[in-house]
């Protein structure tokens, strides 16, 4: 990949999200849909992690979401943001925040 710069990497929006609402999309193996809390507002994402994690086992949790991602449209759904997760041989990894982090606290 392509280096990037410091400034280029601060103009990233790194928040954490609280899961609120999150459901399989329908005719889909991978994809869910989430509401999520980024302490200023609410926002619906798109994510393929259905694989690995039921919509029910995610709800409650905190994430890290690239809250200043333009939007994008998934299955014809808009997707305002995008949580972050490793690959590991194809296989979302999302690393969670304890209870302790408020929704909407910067991730540096």
Known sequence: MEEITFDEFKRMDLRVGQILKAEKVEGTQKLVKFE?????????MVAGVAEAYSPEALIGKRIIVVANLKPARIRGI????????????????IPFFGEDVPPGTKVR
């Open 36 to 44: 999520v809390d980024i302490g200023t507002e609410k926002r619906q």
């Open 78 to 93: 808009e997707s305002q943001g995008m949580l972050l997760a490793a690959d590991i041989e194809g296989n979302p990894v």
